[in-house]
T-cell receptor
Framework: DSGVTQTPKHLITATGQRVTLRCSPR?????VYWYQQSLDQGLQFLIQ???????AKGNILERFSAQQFPDLHSELNLSSLELGDSALYFC??????????????FGPGTRLTVL | SQQGEEDPQALSIQEGENATMNCSYK?????LQWYRQNSGRGLVHLIL?????REKHSGRLRVTLDTSKKSSSLLITASRAADTASYFC??????????????FGKGTLLTVNP
C-alpha cells in the first residue's frame, strides 16, 4: 500500500459526459501528479500540482482540468468524454516539488470506460 | 512522446534465472528511475540512479547507467514468479522553465515461469 488513495476504482460512463476522479496523496506529500495509461499511448504525464499551485503540464487535453485543494487532495475533471479517453488514470505523490528528481508513490488507479 | 524505450518488449524466463532489461533515451538526463507495475495496478518505485552514478544495487536489483550511450539496464538476479510484472524506465525531461516531469517508456513485460 503506497498510501495514495484514488476513488472511484472503476467508472463507466457515456460519450459526452463529464466525470471527476479524486486523489488523496500520502500524508506529508505536497506534490500530486496525474497520469493516463492506455494500450496505445502508454503512460502519459498529464499535470502536476505542488501545494495547491500548478507546477508542470504534460499532454493534458483542454477538455481535462485538475486542481489541488488546501487539504492537498486533488481532483481530475474530464469532460466531453470520447471513446479514446478510456484508460487507467493514476495519481502519484511526492514530498518534493519535482518528482522527476525523487521517487513518486502511485495510487491504485481509476479505470475509466467510456461507452 | 516517449523519452525512454525499453528493450525487449517482452521477456519470458524460468524461476532462478536472471532477467536483464534495457532502456535507451534520447536527450540528456539528470536521473533515471525504474518502476514495476503488476497487471492493472499502480506503479512501484524500484530504484533511482543519478546521472553521475554508473551503477546502483538494491537487493536483487542492479541498475547501470551509461550516459555516453544514453542507456540503462536493470538486472534482476535469481528471479521469482512474484517478479512477473511490467518494468518501466522513466527519465526527467523539462516541461517548461525550471519544471521537470517524468517521462516513461512503454515497458518490458517480464514473465517468470515457476
Amino acid at each position: 500500500d503506497s498510501g495514495v488513495t484514488q476513488t472511484p476504482k472503476h467508472l463507466i460512463t457515456a460519450t459526452g459526459q463529464r466525470v471527476t476522479l479524486r486523489c488523496s496523496p500520502r500524508s506529508g506529500d505536497l506534490s500530486v501528479y496525474w497520469y493516463q495509461q492506455s494500450l496505445d499511448q502508454g503512460l502519459q504525464f498529464l499535470i502536476q500540482y505542488y501545494n495547491g499551485e500548478e507546477r508542470a503540464k504534460g499532454n493534458i487535453l483542454e477538455r481535462f482540468s485538475a486542481q489541488q485543494f488546501p487539504d492537498l487532495h486533488s481532483e481530475l475533471n474530464l469532460s466531453s468524454l470520447e471513446l479514446g479517453d478510456s484508460a487507467l488514470y493514476f495519481c502519484a505523490s511526492s514530498v518534493a516539488a519535482s518528482g522527476a528528481f525523487t521517487k513518486q508513490y502511485f495510487g491504485p488507479g481509476t479505470r475509466l470506460t467510456v461507452l | 512522446s516517449q523519452q525512454g524505450e525499453e528493450d525487449p518488449q517482452a521477456l519470458s524466463i524460468q524461476e532462478g534465472e536472471n532477467a536483464t532489461m534495457n532502456c535507451s533515451y534520447k536527450t540528456s538526463i539528470n536521473n533515471l528511475q525504474w518502476y514495476r507495475q503488476n497487471s492493472g495496478r499502480g506503479l512501484v518505485h524500484l530504484i533511482l540512479i543519478r546521472s553521475n552514478e554508473r551503477e546502483k544495487h538494491s537487493g536483487r536489483l542492479r541498475v547501470t547507467l551509461d550516459t555516453s550511450k544514453k542507456s540503462s539496464s536493470l538486472l534482476i538476479t535469481a528471479s521469482r514468479a512474484a517478479d512477473t510484472a511490467s518494468y518501466f524506465c522513466a527519465t526527467d525531461s523539462n516541461s517548461g522553465g525550471s519544471n521537470y516531469k517524468l517521462t516513461f517508456g512503454k515497458g518490458t513485460l517480464l514473465t517468470v515461469n515457476p
